[in-house]
């Protein structure tokens, strides 16, 4: 069974960084696209970061453009989200995605997502 799994979230003063990671498993996510998302409460879910499945194209929110840096180590089935110069504003659960397609990706619309984790930035 395919499975994403989140880690690396936590509480962090703004101005802090903080790098989440998805772990893949359960079938081979290498030739995948994959990416992040976030939802604050009350607010929709927003794409955050994405790349493809060969690492060589990379697409940002412009929101978090120059703060955060999306990677993969595709021998570890595995994506990460370096997120820096933290504010309020990134407070939100965050989601890992995957998919086929990188515009299904940058569109919310992946095949496969993580159950999240929450990033919390205090001012």
């Known amino acids: 069974q395919e499975q994403l799994v989140e880690s690396g979230g936590g509480l962090v003063q703004a101005g802090g960084s903080l790098r989440l990671s998805c772990a893949a498993s359960?079938?081979?996510?290498?030739?995948?696209?994959m990416g992040w998302f976030r939802q604050a409460p009350g607010k929709e879910r927003e794409f955050v970061a994405a790349?493809?499945?060969?690492?060589?194209?990379?697409s940002y929110a412009d929101s978090v453009k120059g703060r955060f840096t999306i990677s993969r180590d595709t021998a570890k089935n595995t994506v990460s989200l370096q997120m820096n110069s933290l504010k309020p504003e990134d407070t939100a659960v965050y989601y890992c995605?995957?998919?086929?397609?990188?515009?299904?990706?940058?569109?919310?619309?992946?095949?496969?997502w993580g159950q999240g984790t929450q990033v919390t930035v205090s001012s």
């Open positions: 790349i493809s499945w060969g690492g060589g194209r990379t």
């Open positions: 359960g079938r081979t996510f290498s030739t995948y696209a």
């Open positions: 995605a995957a998919d086929t397609s990188m515009p299904r990706i940058v569109s919310s619309t992946a095949n496969y």
